[in-house]
């Protein structure tokens, strides 16, 4: 079937266009520049039918998955369907790109570059569509706004000319010249994460930027924004740039089948991978034992403090940027730590901020929360929090599409708990670890002299287990610089400015510890998929002058 972008209307198969609603998207596997079929679709059907039928919603769904003849396709709740790819696909996929990778390798850096500033105009071209896509998918309209504005920041003009500063650097040393530049890997894999796949996948561009060949897997069961980024955003760009065919694959691939033949592939180099520490650093294990890079984003447990002297109105509002999607977010707050002086007038701010906060549809104005479908370990470290001495500061319910709390309710209240002393404070573990609910603790440090507290703070976030991102608020340059030289855990630190929010220049992803694992740091997807090479040219001196210099 050729890719139109909608499901053809050629065979009953496809005939899915009625009068009062326009064709939904179909697409095959995308391997060599070509359309190759699966074994059977997924379907996505959106999120809003989730909460208004969620029965019907199911129905459909699986109704065409056994039967894509059916009728149901004409459902109005039906937005589109990703081909299944196969085993040998996956591999195919991955041959595709090793036999572009060379030829694209040679392209020139100005040339590949250019990748950037065309994402970024494609993006703002097809912003609303990209938007709808994600929503349909069940983020909130807020949040994904928030995702498209990262990307934007991820390859805006400061950044991409920064990384255009650390791909190359050329010295004239005597008769000699001098380069240190950064060579592509070969082929990297991407991996991404279902709760946010398509910016995810985004950063392939980054790592075609720096000279790779790519093949990412769309998740399975939320595939379509990932295919509709990558077949209409990224591949059209390169066919007009000239890019070898095989240069960016995408599949919809099983996950652990894709992984494993991943990591049996010969001309797999890097594998990009997000999930839980866990799995993730077992994958990490792996990779090391196969030979191949792995590049791991994996959970955060981000720290937010709040110093004595902080404008407090602005630090509730970034600590309500936890619960983002419902807080399933590897890069929102996790638990806030706060100075004994303020904590109470803290608390009492962050509650009426809560009272803002509210779920409804992913299209509706002003809606932050996402649903949670597996919302049991929530209260279980709700109660554990409880029963070992936090005291609830609001929320902690389950609720309904318009806010009303419900023992059945798909969405979770924003909670906030107390914890009280420093000591201690991890043996909850709703501080000790990233939670992925609505839920932050906010840990009240013991009354002590405020340089004895600095050394506290930075020693606790300092033992966080994990290291993505932390913040500050604070209007001291003193207690800001003390945080600054002596806080070295996480990717990325952030003073009196939004905890989530991207910025140019500055890493996008990564972290230390649970968060990036044993080669964690701060991630520039366009450096991490490459390597650093020297150079030197000159004509004219003996080797045995060169080495001993006479």
Known sequence: MAFTGELEASSPANRVESPDRPAVRSYDNYIADRDVGGGGWVYTVSARSLLEDVF??????RTLEQNPESPTALHPYVVGRCAVASGEDVDAAVDAAAAAAPEWAS?????????????????????ETFLSLLMAEAHPRMLAEWELSCLEQVYSEESCGWYEQQMYAEFQHGPRRLVVRRSPDGVVCINPPQNAPAPSAA?????????NAVVVRAPRSIALSTMYTVRELIAPMLREIGAPPGTVNVICGKPQQTIDRWLAHPKVNDIMYFGGSEEGLRFERECVARGKKPILELAGNDGLVVWRDADLDMAAEAITECFYGSGQICMVPNYVLAHPAIADDLLALVRKQVTTIRPGYPDDD????????????????????IGEGATLVCGGRRMELDGTPSDT???????????????????FDVVAHETFFPLIPCVVAEDAPDDVLLGRFVEFMNGNMYGLRNSLWTSSPDVTDWFVSRLHNGGLF?????????????????????????????????????????????????????????
Do not use: W
């Open 203 to 211: 950063l392939a561009v980054l790592a075609l930027m720096a000279g």
């Open 366 to 385: 002003g809606v932050l929360l996402s649903p949670v479908r597996r919302s049991e370990k929530f209260f279980t470290l709700l109660d554990q929090a």
């Open 56 to 61: 019907t919603s199911v129905s459909v769904k």
């Open 409 to 427: 309710g798909v969405f979770l209240e924003p909670t906030v708990v107390r914890v009280d002393g420093l000591a201690g404070a991890r043996r």
């Open 107 to 127: 392209v020139p850096l100005k040339t590949r570059l250019r990748l950037g500033a065309m994402f970024r105009e494609r993006l703002r071209n097809h912003r």
């Open 494 to 550: 952030k003073v009196n400015d939004s905890h989530i929010g991207f910025l140019p220049y500055l890493p996008s992803h990564g972290g230390t510890g649970l968060t990036g694992g044993a080669f964690g740091e701060a991630n520039y997807p366009m450096l991490k998929t490459s390597h650093i090479q020297g150079v030197s040219s000159c004509s004219g001196i003996r080797p045995r002058i060169a080495v001993f210099g006479r």
